[in-house]
């Protein structure tokens, strides 16, 4: 897909809470649950129909994956991804809001070059606090959108997100 979702786009486990809390009706939730399926068949399609770039993306995917998890170890990876899929209003939380599923490969949730782009540049860990810097959206260098989270643990040793700035 070349565009990002639309912003008030909810991933399956938002939907499956808000369900869960009464806020949605049995056909809403059907018509969320349809939508995202809809979108992931339409990638699908997307990858049937140029399956050299689509090979391409993987390889770069899988290298940046294997770059990631040797530096910040997978572990440490997949939780930031599942943090950044609950910041609100992030654009790519569809791609990753399953990253703690361990049966899913780590390279299935970056993008390096298939647009929407979604790239993770640097992570600082320290004990009760994350940074990360990600780039996401275009493809293009001039139209990428470049951010920084920082993300503290609360009392259960959950990452939360607490400061969010765009960076130059």
């Known amino acids: 897909m070349s565009s990002l979702p639309p912003?008030?786009?909810?991933?399956?486990?938002?939907?499956?809470?808000?369900?869960?809390?009464?806020?949605?009706?049995?056909?809403?939730?059907?018509?969320?649950?349809?939508?995202?399926?809809?979108?992931?068949?339409e990638e699908m399609e997307e990858v049937h129909q140029n399956p050299v770039a689509a090979w391409m993306?993987?390889?770069?995917?899988?290298?940046a994956a294997g770059k990631l998890g040797r530096e910040y170890g997978e572990a440490m990876v997949r939780e930031l991804l599942v943090a950044l899929s609950e910041v609100p209003e992030f654009p790519l939380a569809r791609w990753i809001w399953n990253a703690d599923r361990p049966h899913l490969p780590l390279y299935?949730?970056?993008?390096?070059?298939?647009e929407p782009v979604f790239r993770i540049q640097k992570i600082v860990c320290a004990p009760f606090v994350v940074m990360v810097r990600v780039e996401y959206g275009?493809?293009?260098?001039?139209?990428?959108?470049?951010?920084?989270?920082?993300?503290?643990?609360?009392?259960?040793?959950?990452?939360?997100?607490?400061?969010?700035?765009?960076v130059k």
């Open 7 to 41: 912003a008030s786009f909810q991933t399956p486990r938002q939907i499956f809470a808000a369900f869960d809390r009464g806020d949605l009706s049995r056909e809403s939730f059907r018509e969320a649950m349809n939508e995202h399926a809809l979108q992931l068949i």
């Open 108 to 114: 299935c949730f970056l993008r390096p070059k298939a």
């Open 57 to 63: 993306e993987h390889l770069r995917s899988r290298r």
């Open 138 to 166: 275009s493809s293009e260098k001039s139209a990428t959108v470049r951010e920084k989270f920082t993300f503290t643990r609360d009392q259960v040793g959950r990452l939360r997100m607490s400061g969010r700035e765009r």
